[in-house]
């Protein structure tokens, strides 16, 4: 059910929680009004399912070890060589398998196997999910395939992968391919044309004279 509170954690500047600095929580803290139940809920799933502590004590342990020092790809190799995975599949936007290449091609050196699936695989036309040829980009002229990431999480299922990772699907794309995958999943890329898969970008300049949000921000 929404909250009546219109403040949320990002209304907060100083974020005290961090370091359980109690006097400094602000009125609307949402640690400091947490649901004591919800908590305890979730705190109960990490101390009872081993693989979701690991995948916590994993990623702490990365995070504590090489804050600043390893880029994701590199965290994303120390990861899954420290949870031991091993067939790990990559659901890749066809548009970006040429990062997908170079990516197995690093995967290989660590030894780790990997599987590749391109997001038009089945080549289904749009028009199957009711795409008008005026959405489509070639605007209707001939066939044009759709992404098809719930296909892609099936595929990767089918042979057997046990860490999923995403690079470059569409806003949609990756949440459907999130929903449908069977094993844990992490995103490499992030798709965004503009900044060169770096959607981040487009927050730090925002206030800039380059803003695309002048109008949004007020500025
Ligand atoms: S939980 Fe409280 S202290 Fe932490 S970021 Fe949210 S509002 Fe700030």
Redesign the pocket.
């Known amino acids: 059910m929404p909250s009546e509170t219109s403040h ?2 990002s209304d ?1 500047a ?4 961090r370091s359980r600095d109690e006097a400094k ?2 009125p ?5 009004n947490v649901d004591k139940e919800l908590l305890d809920e979730v705190l109960k799933l990490y101390a009872e399912n081993q693989e979701l502590r690991r995948i916590a004590a994993t990623s702490a342990c990365i995070e504590g070890e090489f804050y600043g020092r390893m880029s994701r790809v590199e965290e994303t190799i120390e990861f899954i060589k420290r949870m031991n995975y091993q067939y790990v599949g990559i659901a890749s936007c066809v548009g970006l398998l040429p990062e997908a290449r170079i990516f197995k091609k690093i995967l290989d050196a660590h030894g780790i196997r990997s599987y590749t699936v391109g997001c038009k695989i089945g080549a289904v036309d749009k028009g199957f999910i009711g795409i008008p040829p005026e959405k489509k980009l070639n605007r209707g002229c001939g066939h044009e395939s759709m992404c098809n990431p719930i296909m892609q999480a099936k595929e990767l299922e089918k042979e057997g992968t046990d860490f999923n990772i995403v690079i470059g699907l569409c806003v949609g794309h990756d949440t459907l391919f999130l929903k449908y995958s069977a094993v844990p999943t992490t995103v490499l890329i992030v798709k965004d044309r503009v900044y060169a898969h770096n959607p981040a970008a487009a927050l730090y300049t925002a206030t800039s004279m380059y803003s695309r949000f002048k109008k949004e921000l007020g500025l």
């Open positions: 949320t954690c907060c100083a974020r005290p929680c929580y602000p609307f803290c949402l640690t400091k």
